[in-house]
């Protein structure tokens, strides 16, 4: 039964749960899969572990006081429903075995239409787990609602809808007939939870027509720990689960691999709004009602619509021969053991997936420029028309410095149009784009030629940006872009918006899935415009951040510092092989040196994206020694305005060694050992490196090359990076081999065409096995995996190949498969599932390509890749020879 304001939402998209729940499936939850032996349960009746522990077969001659009582009151249900629930003897009563719950018209002079009943067994019983089933005859008639749910007794995580709500059983209007002679006889179930009502559910029409206001039918929920299944007459035929969240090889939340239900409240300490992906809301107790309403949001806006009072004219019933609660006696305290299921219960088609907001992956921190149309559509995202109806296509344009470009043309419906990533919209496993590493610098920019003007001469040209699936967005017009102009009918014009105006607007630059372009809604029609060269980048985005304090000069912004003894650093000129180095002299005053921004400048530099492998080093070469030979030389870091430093001694260092005068040494310190001291890596706003306060005295010392920066990402190919990895071109990139499994062969470097020249040629023989690259520890690797985090929302994994000789066994399927983590996490696919979708055909060369997100969402890690595979179906691949090349991991 919903509360305030649910119905809305349900009689809006009721039509459509059976579609949502298709539409909303996730892979990735082989955890799900259970052994049980589906030969041995009788699916028709509950298992012998379950244990009566409540129960009322209405066999006396008036309703149990000691386990119901009724609600009073002329509330309308929260969904301006139509009736007052009473206590009248009229309205709730027991006669032949049978609780009897009716709705009738009321007085003339009662505040609502009708009256009926709701019964409540809150603090009579009360329960956490188990099986709650009902045996009834249901009302029918257009505005008829009855209901067998369940509302939490303490409201623990908050008011409705914050600790949720268990529909047991729902239905509406049964028997009504609609305009397309179909007789209403559905009966849902469905979870409210969220803050905000998010809900989830499923219809059920029972077989070959039979209408439950026609006879009697049990209904029943089993609810055990993070698991629900709903059942008619025995037939389960919805499953829901808690979500399940997936942990990359950091141990970051990266994702769900099953989005299920969810909670959100208040931190009672901060009070700060928090999303909880676990059991709750629905691990307390709650309790059992029964009602029957009339009328309401849902009901009135499905079917006929509104209410036929000839349907109430007599009463309408709600007749129920039982309620029993059922305990498993296996696992009384998470009701798990005793489970009535059968095969397939969560196959797509019963497992309804829920509504939980999905976690974003960490941003790496690092900047990616997305391209979303440049001559051509990116396959990652789609050209798009909201609600107009039409198909945005690809033109070639008079100009030639724009040629292929986009255009939207807009009629009579009121339309928005653009480019989206969006589930539904864009390609099938695409995802968001994170924009939010180039929140300073960044920007949106796009050129737009009006070939048309809307018929609506006032017409104001509009551009619509969102993230979230659409919980967070910005819009604002044309003329509140950089260049401040409205659109000129046939000409070229550029538009920039920067990035910190549209977060400032209270855009969510971390999760970004559509981009709009268009005339106000509803002034549109007639407009003809073409589109190009739409991005969000930024100058010099695609590698990884680095802060350089000194290098042959000093920088600008981080100034050597004297911090208390007065003097002032200088540069002077040391060796060839250091040249302009920085020198620090300590005399009788005590004082600490080192770098630092300008008092009030609020610089600071943010080494998030470098807390893989990124490290703060400098060379030092002490001139003088201080005066006090016992002085400890020490390295202090310091981040967000000294709130929080850490300071070792230098001999804490990876070279572990004191200074010794007259000689050049290099120190460095993981960044990850500093933010596990204490430091907040985010906001680094003082370095210094000195002798031990008050010992310094007479100490000369010269500092070069002092940066943070990530040492790998100038070394060797795997760093995670914008600009993504070629794993073979030629020849297969250092640290990645061309491979074979398990048949013995050795890949061999073959020249093809003039296009391809050098490419990987595979051969397979009688033995079974796949080939492909790896980079995995024991293959003659290097050992060190990909982490392709940075391209997650903008790459594909790409490669070409051509089937040189085909299988021997003609119907032999070829399929990629990519492994990270040491095969911790994997996805296997058939190449015909690319976005490309062709099988290979023999002698010619093809492109396979599989956006980085679809492979995220399926369960892979992608933050440690270390092997790509493309071969024939285990076991069929005998015959074959074939050649890749241009294998890469990147933005497309």
């Not at 009321?106 to 019983?125: F, H, I, M, P, V």
């Not at 959100?264 to 009070?271: A, L, N, Q």
């Not at 997305?370 to 609600?387: G, K, S, V, Y």
């Not at 407009?527 to 990884?544: M, P, T, W």
Request: charged share 20%.
């Amino acid at each position: 039964m919903t509360t305030i304001g649910s119905a809305k939402r349900k009689s809006r998209a009721i039509a459509s749960l059976i579609g949502i729940s298709v539409a909303l499936g996730l892979s990735g939850c082989e955890e799900t899969n259970t052994d049980t032996d589906f030969e041995s349960i009788d699916t028709t009746v509950p298992v012998n572990d379950w244990q009566m522990v409540w129960n009322d077969e209405f066999d006396g001659d008036k309703i149990d006081s000691s386990k119901w009582f009724h609600e009073i009151n002329c509330n309308g249900g929260g969904n301006e429903e139509q009736q007052c629930y009473t206590d009248s003897a009229e309205n709730s009563f027991v006669a032949d075995g049978i609780l009897n719950i009716v709705a009738l018209p009321a007085e003339d002079t009662t505040e609502k239409a009708y009256t009926s009943a709701r019964l409540n067994t809150q603090n009579l019983g009360d329960w956490k787990y188990g099986r709650f089933e009902m045996r009834a005859k249901l009302p029918f008639g257009q505005g008829s609602h009855p209901a067998f749910w369940m509302l939490p007794t303490d409201n623990v995580y908050g008011g409705w809808p914050d600790s949720g709500e268990i529909d047991i059983l729902e239905a509406v209007n049964l028997k009504t007939i609609d305009d397309e002679g179909v007789t209403e006889s559905k009966v849902v179930g469905t979870l409210h939870y969220g803050e905000h009502d998010i809900w989830s559910g499923k219809e059920y029409s029972l077989p070959e027509g039979v209408n439950p206001a026609d006879d009697f039918h049990t209904y029943a929920i089993e609810w055990q720990e993070g698991e629900m299944r709903w059942y008619v007459d025995g037939y389960l035929y919805q499953t829901q689960m808690a979500s399940e969240v997936r942990y990359n090889s950091k141990e970051q939340a990266v994702g769900l691999a099953h989005r299920g239900w969810y909670s959100e409240y208040h931190d009672i300490i901060s009070g700060e709004l928090e999303t909880h992906w676990d059991n709750s809301p629905f691990d307390q107790d709650f309790h059992l009602l029964l009602n029957l309403a009339v009328g309401g949001d849902w009901a009135e806006n499905v079917n006929d619509g509104g209410v036929d009072a000839a349907a109430f004219a007599n009463g309408q019933t709600f007749a129920i021969d039982y309620v029993r609660v059922y305990e498993c006696v296996i696992d009384p305290d998470t009701g798990k053991g005793c489970e009535t299921i059968r095969a397939g219960y969560k196959d797509e088609d019963t497992l309804v997936p829920g509504l939980a907001p999905i976690p974003s992956p960490p941003s790496t921190g690092i900047p990616v420029n997305l391209t979303i149309f440049e001559d051509a559509e990116n396959p990652l995202w789609q050209m798009w028309d909201c609600c107009g109806g039409s198909e945005p296509v690809v033109v070639t344009d008079d100009d030639p410095a724009h040629g292929a470009v986009s255009e939207f043309i807009i009629g009579a419906e009121p339309t928005v149009m653009g480019y989206t990533t969006r589930e539904g919209h864009g390609v099938e496993g695409s995802g968001p784009f994170d924009a939010s590493p180039m929140i300073d610098t960044g920007s949106v920019k796009f050129d737009i030629k009006v070939v048309t003007a809307p018929a609506d001469a006032s017409s104001t040209w509009m551009f619509k940006i969102e993230s979230g699936d659409g919980t967070t967005a910005a819009e604002l017009p044309f003329t509140d872009s950089n260049e401040g102009v409205a659109p000129t009918v046939g000409e070229w014009q550029s538009y920039t918006f920067d990035l910190s105006v549209l977060a400032n607007e209270g855009l969510d630059l971390s999760a970004i899935d559509v981009l709009m372009i268009f005339p106000a809604w509803g002034t549109g029609e007639g407009a003809v415009y073409l589109v190009d060269n739409v991005e969000i980048s930024q100058e010099g985005a695609g590698s990884l951040p680095e802060l350089v304090l000194f290098e042959d000069e000093a920088n600008a912004d981080w100034a050597p510092w004297d911090c208390c003894g007065g003097s002032t650093p200088t540069e002077e000129f040391d060796d060839d092989a250091h040249g302009l180095t920085v020198e620090f002299s300590i005399g009788a005053t005590a004082t600490v040196m080192g770098f630092k921004p300008e008092d009030g400048s609020e610089i600071s530099f943010d080494a998030s994206a470098l807390l893989t492998d990124g490290v703060v080093q400098f060379d030092m070469n002490v001139v003088t020694a201080p005066n006090d030979a016992s002085s400890t030389w020490m390295f202090k870091i310091e981040s967000n305005g000294t709130t929080e430093a850490v300071e070792i001694p230098i001999t804490d260092s990876d070279e572990g060694v004191a200074p010794a005068t007259g000689v050049w040494q290099t120190y460095t310190f993981k960044l990850s050992d500093l933010q596990t001291a204490g430091l907040d890596i985010s906001a680094i706003d003082v370095i210094m490196i000195f002798p031990a306060w008050d010992t310094g005295d007479g100490a000369v010392y010269r500092v070069d090359n002092a940066k943070i920066y990530s040492p790998s990402a100038a070394n060797t190919p795997n760093t995670p990076t914008a600009s993504g990895i070629t794993l073979f071109e030629e020849a297969a990139t250092t640290g990645w081999v061309i491979w074979d499994c398990c048949a013995g062969s050795t890949p061999t470097v073959e020249t093809d065409d003039a296009e391809h020249g050098n490419t990987a040629e595979f051969v397979i023989g009688e033995t079974a096995t796949v080939m492909g690259i790896t980079s995995r520890e024991g293959h003659n690797a290097g050992g060190v995996p990909y982490d392709a985090s940075a391209l997650l929302s903008t790459g594909v994994v790409q490669f070409e190949m051509k089937v040189v000789t085909a299988p021997n066994d003609a119907s032999a399927e070829w399929i990629f498969k990519i492994e990270s983590g040491d095969a911790t996490t994997e996805v296997e696919l058939p190449v015909t599932d690319s976005l490309e979708g062709a099988a290979p055909i023999a002698g010619v060369w093809q492109t396979y390509t599989f956006s980085l997100q679809s492979l995220y969402d399926a369960g892979l890690d992608v933050s440690e890749i270390d092997v790509l595979m493309i071969f024939p179906a285990w076991g069929s691949g005998e015959g074959a020879v074939y050649r890749v090349d241009n294998v890469k991991i990147a933005t497309p």
